[in-house]
Nanobody
Framework: QVQLVESGGGLVQPGGSLRLSCVVSGFTFSNYVMSWYRQAPGKERELVATTTSTGRSTNYADSVKGRFTISRDNAKNTVYLQMNNLKPEDTAVYYC????????????WGQGTQVTVSS
């Protein structure tokens, strides 16, 4: 059974930090490109950051460059999103996404974790 379980969300003040984790099971983690998406109320889901299957390459949305860092540990089947200098506009539900590098149409989603940035 495929599972992607996110954790680490919560309420933080502007300028603060959070670290999201996504632990996966049920598929071969090292064959998947991993990404974090987010969706704010009333807005479409947007791509935040992506890491390749090896973790050697990463990409970020312009809005989070220099503040967020995506990383993965293939031995632990886990992908992380370190979020620093958080802003109110980062408030959203954050989703973990796994996309197969072998079958482009094969992807999985986590259930999401809420991040709220407010004073």
């Amino acid at each position: 059974q495929v599972q992607l379980v996110e954790s680490g969300g919560g309420l933080v003040q502007p300028g603060g930090s959070l670290r999201l984790s996504c632990v996966v099971s049920g598929f071969t983690f090292s064959n998947y490109v991993m990404s974090w998406y987010r969706q704010a109320p009333g807005k479409e889901r947007e791509l935040v950051a992506t890491t390749t299957s090896t973790g050697r390459s990463t990409n970020y949305a312009d809005s989070v460059k220099g503040r967020f860092t995506i990383s993965r540990d293939n031995a632990k089947n886990t992908v992380y999103l370190q979020m620093n200098n958080l802003k109110p506009e980062d408030t959203a539900v954050y989703y973990c996404n796994a996309r197969s590098r072998l079958v482009a149409t094969l992807e999985y989603w986590g259930q999401g974790t809420q991040v709220t940035v407010s004073s």
